[in-house]
T-cell receptor
């Protein structure tokens, strides 16, 4: 079993749609949690950290459920520019990030 | 540009040759990480340094791979006797050590990567 698992997608949604991604992790001792965005053939860029209380940044909302060991990302009012791969990342006890395989999002006009 | 920089951005080599990649982290960051990414996969951890000390190496890092960070600033990743399976994007990232007080969660900032193609 992979340490961090994501649905690979692709999620194909129309502009304006709301889309949610989930990510599960296996190590209950994981310290911190992040969502990264990666455009085609580019490096991953930090989208947002994920806190236990949940956090929101504009159209993006991240949630953490420690009991069930999953993390979610909600994107409201999708834009064409949101098309990318979204990587879930979990920081382990040695402070290195373990990434999921990523979920592809395609937003169509 | 004060971000993470990597060199070269692209490298094409023949099987059996040695290659070396360089990473210059964000200047105040004490941690430096190397990851490898292939198409359709997330970045896979290879190794990381805190200052000049190499603290952890993945089992993915065979004895053909070696990484150094001699002065605690830039780092090099060398692959000896390259194989076609080494073809990938090699990503470097840097961070500050996480702060127990929670003011810094240790998020990683990535360079643009070095794309290796082994023919």
């Amino acid at each position: 079993r992979k340490e961090v698992e994501q649905d690979p997608g692709p999620f194909n949604v129309p502009e304006g749609a709301t889309v949610a991604f989930n990510c599960t992790y296996s190590n209950s001792a994981s310290q911190s949690f992040f969502w990264y965005r990666q455009d085609c053939r580019k490096e991953p860029k930090l989208l947002m950290s994920v806190y236990s209380s949940g956090n929101e940044d504009g159209r993006f909302t991240a949630q953490l459920n420690r009991a069930s060991q999953y993390i979610s990302l909600l994107i409201r009012d999708s834009k064409l520019s949101d098309s990318a791969t979204y990587l879930c990342a979990v920081m382990d006890s040695s402070y290195k990030l373990i990434f999921g395989s990523g979920t592809r999002l395609l937003v169509r006009p | 540009d004060t971000g993470v920089s990597q060199d070269p951005r692209h490298k094409i080599t023949k099987r059996g040759q040695n290659v070396t990649f360089r990473c210059d982290p964000i200047s105040e960051h004490n941690r430096l990480y190397w990851y490898r990414q292939t198409l359709g996969q997330g970045p896979e951890f290879l190794t990381y340094f805190q200052n000049e000390a190499q603290l952890e190496k993945s089992r993915l890092l065979s004895d053909r791979f070696s990484a150094e960070r001699p002065k605690g600033s830039f780092s090099t990743l060398e692959i000896q006797r390259t194989e076609q399976g080494d073809s990938a994007m090699y990503l470097c990232a840097s961070s500050l050590s996480p702060d127990p007080a929670g003011t810094n969660t240790g998020e990683l900032f990535f360079g643009e990567g070095s794309r290796l193609t082994v023919l």
